[in-house]
């Protein structure tokens, strides 16, 4: 079982920065992949990056690259999204999910069975 919490949301403008913090506990947390989705309004959640816990490549969607870095702090159970150059396409709720480790599509939204309850990011231009 896994639990997720997500902080640091708010409102910025063009061009600035956020980071999000996502507070994970549960157990065997080294078996586990995780990743930051997002959902504006009226549209579909959307994969944002992801990454295993216990490390290795990370993968982001393309209208994030560059500009969006997923990380974690193993030690405080925390796994971040650090995001600059923030555009007003990148208002959304954001989340933070888990899933068993797996080999599969990251970005499927279908196979992560843990979310926390969101963080909003706005962005004003």
């Known amino acids: 079982q896994v639990q997720l919490v997500e902080s640091g949301g708010g409102l910025v403008q063009v061009g600035g920065s956020l980071r999000l913090t996502c507070a994970v506990s549960g157990n065997s947390l080294s078996s586990i992949d995780v990743a930051w989705f997002r959902q504006a309004p009226e549209k579909e959640r959307e994969y944002v990056a992801g990454?295993?816990?216990?490390?290795?490549?990370?993968t982001y969607a393309d209208s994030v690259k560059g500009r969006f870095t997923i990380s974690r702090d193993n030690g405080k159970r925390t796994l971040f999204l650090q995001m600059n150059s923030l555009m007003p396409e990148d208002t959304a709720v954001y989340y933070c999910?888990?899933?068993?480790?797996?080999?599969?599509?990251?970005?499927?939204?279908?196979?992560?069975?843990?979310w926390g309850p969101g963080t909003q990011v706005t962005v004003s231009s």
């Open positions: 999910a888990a899933r068993p480790r797996s080999v599969g599509v990251r970005s499927t939204m279908g196979t992560y069975g843990y």
């Open positions: 990454m295993a816990w216990i490390g290795g490549v990370t």
